[in-house]
Antibody, heavy 115, light 109 residues
Framework: EVQLVESGGGLVQPGGSLRLSCAAS????????MHWVRQAPGKGLVWVSR????????IYADSVKGRCTTSRDNAKNTLYLQMNSLRAEDTAVYYC????????WGQGTLVTVSS | QAVVTQEPSLTVSPGGTVTLTCGSS?????????PYWFQQKPGQAPRTLIY???NKHSWTPARFSGSLLGGKAALTLSGAQPEDEADYYC?????????FGGGTKLTVL
């Protein structure tokens, strides 16, 4: 069974940091590009970042550039999103998703930025 | 940053056909934008229906199809079912970066 399981969300103060993880199983994780996508409460989907299969190319949305770092550990089948200098507008459910002919999504992890 | 536009809402009758579109502020949408389509129901994670314009996943119902139409990406639903009521998002690639459309709320009524 294919699974993408996000973790690491929670309540953080403005200016704080969080590291999200996405554990993959059931498919050849190391062969696929991966995305982070977020969704603020009651709002639409917003693309955050994309990393290629070996982690050598990473692209970020302008809204998180310089504050977020996406990485992956193919030996551990895990994707990461390090988020720094968090703002209230970063409050959202964060999803990881696989690209191409896989198309899998996790269930998301909620990040709440509030004092 | 490019803006991706979708119809905010559409209504289709059960058994009917509807086409959702996905436009780009930069001009015509082409296969080089690698259009994707996603379905999201309330309280659920999104689900990928279509990738690279017209390719389906194993779980994509046959009644959904993707194409390019009139300079836009299009998602056509033929033979709508009540369970197709959901939000639908498209997603385009711009030199590696991706941009989502604002989503279309599809009502089956």
């Amino acid at each position: 069974e294919v699974q993408l399981v996000e973790s690491g969300g929670g309540l953080v103060q403005p200016g704080g940091s969080l590291r999200l993880s996405c554990a993959a199983s059931g498919f050849n994780f190391r062969s696929y590009w991966m995305h982070w996508v977020r969704q603020a409460p009651g709002k639409g989907l917003v693309w955050v970042s994309r990393i290629n299969s070996d982690g050598s190319t990473i692209i970020y949305a302008d809204s998180v550039k310089g504050r977020c770092t996406t990485s992956r550990d193919n030996a551990k089948n895990t994707l990461y999103l390090q988020m720094n200098s968090l703002r209230a507008e970063d409050t959202a459910v964060y999803y990881c998703a696989s690209s191409g002919d896989t198309g899998y999504w996790g269930q998301g992890t909620l990040v709440t930025v509030s004092s | 940053q490019a803006v991706v536009t979708q119809e905010p809402s559409l209504t289709v009758s059960p058994g009917g056909t509807v086409t959702l579109t996905c436009g780009s502020s930069t001009g015509a949408v082409t296969s080089g934008h690698y259009p994707y389509w996603f379905q999201q129901k309330p309280g659920q994670a999104p689900r990928t229906l279509i990738y690279d314009t017209s390719n389906k996943h194993s779980w994509t119902p046959a009644r959904f199809s993707g194409s390019l139409l009139g300079g836009k990406a299009a998602l056509t639903l033929s033979g709508a079912q009540p369970e197709d009521e959901a939000d639908y998002y498209c997603f385009l690639s711009y030199n590696g970066a991706r941009v989502f459309g604002g989503g279309t709320k599809l009502t089956v009524l």
